[in-house]
């Protein structure tokens, strides 16, 4: 079983910054499939990073250079680096993993960005 927990989450001014984390319990291995997803009000849940086997496979145009992933697999914790943070990044954000083909999701955190 793996469960996921997320963090960091907020209200913050556009340009600002925000790092959500993503602990993980159960069975995650460092080469285990992981991303942060979101989803806005009115819209489809949307990748926004991937991580597979310690290298980063995804990040999607609309946060490419903003936005980084990391992760530390000895504390089993994702992490979203949130830079230069715009309105249309509101949303929430979910951590999901993808152990022997059974999709996992945390609860999710809301990050908020207005002035």
């Known amino acids: 079983q793996v469960q996921l927990v997320e963090s960091g989450g907020g209200l913050v001014q556009p340009g600002g910054s925000l790092r959500l984390s993503c602990a993980a319990s159960?069975?995650?291995?460092?080469?285990?499939?992981m991303g942060w997803y979101r989803q806005a009000p009115g819209k489809q849940r949307e990748l926004v990073a991937a991580?597979?086997?310690?290298?980063?496979?995804k990040y999607a145009d609309s946060v490419k250079g903003r936005f980084t992933l990391s992760r530390d697999s000895a504390r089993k914790t994702m992490y979203l680096q949130m830079n230069s943070l715009k309105p249309e990044d509101t949303a929430i954000y979910y951590c999901?993993?993808?152990?022997?083909?059974?999709?996992?999701w945390g609860q999710g955190t809301q990050v908020t960005v207005s002035s």
């Open positions: 999901h993993a993808k152990i022997s083909q059974v999709n996992y």
């Open positions: 159960g069975s995650i291995f460092s080469g285990s499939a």
């Open positions: 991580i597979t086997n310690g290298v980063i496979t």
